[in-house]
């Protein structure tokens, strides 16, 4: 497979299979293909792999479109202004992503859902208790809101991020919560009551514009209905 990713600030990645070449997708992910590629609908894997994609944040099902007769294109673009990670795991890497990251992948490449080990990160520091991991040999695209910032962690490195912005870690990252400290900070700081806390060894990206921040700036701005 070949890929090229376009469009920014409203990315698209454009994918070309050789004949028998298959990606496996998120519901609705595809934005357009050549006419030679065929899709299958299946829940792939029985219904652990079901179970995990729900509470991950994803279909239960999940589109396979392999390309036949000979090569193939499939486009997948972002639902939200971002990025499109093309990230490569293998039997020495996996990588966690935030929930509802998955945009598509090879059919090589695994997604399982990850708990966070410790209930306090996973309840207080934004990024929820349930993550997306990824394992096995292979590519596998991921939206990621606004701006991409990276940071290589040393061993024992840490790292404060405000809720939400954790996008991508590798997986030997660890990830806690630390509480703002001081009762004026905390009322009046705007950073809430806790940040995540990040300890490397290993990689991490970063993003600009999540989602429920987003959300919450535009809120005040909105006409309610009565």
């Known amino acids: 497979m070949k890929y090229e990713i376009k469009g920014a600030p409203l990315p698209v990645a454009i994918c070309s299979l050789d004949a028998g070449e298959s990606l496996k997708t998120e519901k609705g992910a595809m934005s357009w293909m050549s006419g030679n590629m065929q899709m299958e609908t299946n829940a792939g894997g029985g219904l652990g792999k079901m179970f995990s994609r729900a509470i991950s944040g994803e279909s239960i099902f999940q589109n396979i479109y392999t390309s036949q007769g000979g090569p193939g294109m499939i486009a997948f673009a972002s639902s939200f202004p971002g990025n499109i990670l093309a990230m490569e795991v293998s039997a020495n890497r996996s990588i966690i992503a ?42 596998v695209f991921l939206e990621i809101d606004g701006s991409i910032v990276e940071y290589n ?74």
């Open 153 to 226: 962690l040393a061993p024992g490195e840490t790292m404060i991020i405000d809720t939400g912005h954790l996008a991508v870690m590798d997986s030997t990252v660890s990830i806690d919560i630390q509480n703002v400290k001081g009762v004026g900070n905390v009322l009046f700081g705007g950073e809430g009551l806790f940040n995540t806390k990040l300890t490397g060894p290993g990689h991490v990206w970063l993003q600009t514009m999540p989602v429920p921040a987003v959300a919450s700036s535009l809120s005040p701005y909105l006409i309610k209905s009565n």
């Open 98 to 139: 935030q929930k509802t990251a998955f945009l598509a992948s090879e059919t090589s490449v695994n997604m399982e859902v990850f708990f966070q080990k410790k209930l306090g990160a996973g309840f207080f520091g934004g990024e929820g208790f349930i993550m997306q991991k990824f394992t096995g040999d292979g590519i």
